[in-house]
């Protein structure tokens, strides 16, 4: 199975902020990743497909980049209902697999 | 709108079984390939299984225990388990193929949970 990390784990951010959160696949994937956006008691919310194309409905202020093993999410000016947890998955082969979440909270 | 309701979860033995529904709307049901997906309290996701119109695929951890199955006419889509275990426990979502992609996910139901306990 394609291994995914996720860094970092957890971190602390404040309103208006710019984050990056970086997803590693342990072998290429192309361009086939995910990345989804849960908040606590909720179902994960797509936000981004194929590493870089934004969901419909999805602000711009989130944007995905990378290919190949290194990928990453940005988070430009941080609001109070960004704070979640983030996964990314790769579709590239099966299973599909999941990061272990990165865990956004406000400083 | 896509809408994806779960039910049927609740609290069964070890060893023992249940049967989860989710009812889609919004789009056709019929044409698009669906998934179910679990998430461990406080863990992360796992994909379970995949059905399409002529297929099915199940996770190394539940195959010979788990049965997807749907119903095209009731727009509605299931996950038959049996034997379960206490690392079953999950909330499990139902998740839509995301159309034209190998294993990609867009839309989730609000997910049901399944506590496995005695």
């Known amino acids: 199975d394609i291994q995914m990390t996720q860094s970092p784990s957890s971190l602390s951010a404040s309103v208006g902020d710019r984050v990056t959160i970086t997803c590693r696949a342990s072998?290429?994937?192309?361009?086939?990743l995910a990345w989804f956006q849960q908040k606590p008691g909720k179902a994960p919310k797509s936000l981004i497909y194929?590493?870089?194309s934004l969901q419909s409905g999805v602000p711009s202020k989130f944007s995905g980049s990378g290919s190949g093993t290194e990928f990453t999410l940005t988070i430009s000016s941080l609001q109070p209902e960004d704070f979640a947890t983030y996964y990314c998955?790769?579709?590239?082969?099966?299973?599909?697999?999941f990061g272990g979440g990165t865990k956004m909270e406000i400083k | 709108e896509v809408q994806l309701v779960e039910s049927g979860g609740g609290l069964v033995q070890p060893g023992g079984s249940l049967r989860l529904s989710c009812a889609a709307s919004?789009?056709?049901?019929?044409?698009?390939?669906m998934n179910w997906v679990r998430q461990a309290p406080g863990k992360g996701l796992e994909w379970v299984s995949y059905?399409?119109?002529?297929?099915?695929i199940y996770a190394d951890s539940v195959k010979g225990r788990f049965t997807i199955s749907r119903d095209n006419a009731k727009n509605s889509l299931y996950l038959q388990m049996s034997s379960l275990r206490d690392e079953d426990t999950a909330v499990y979502y139902c998740?839509?193929?995301?159309?034209?992609?190998?294993?990609?996910?867009?839309?989730w139901g609000q997910g049901t949970l399944v506590t496995v306990s005695s």
């Open positions: 998740v839509r193929h995301r159309s034209g992609s190998t294993w990609g996910f867009d839309n």
């Open positions: 072998q290429g994937i192309s361009n086939y």
């Open positions: 919004g789009f056709a049901f019929s044409s698009n390939s």
């Open positions: 998955q790769q579709y590239n082969r099966y299973p599909p697999t």
């Open positions: 059905i399409s119109s002529s297929s099915t």
């Open positions: 194929d590493a870089s």
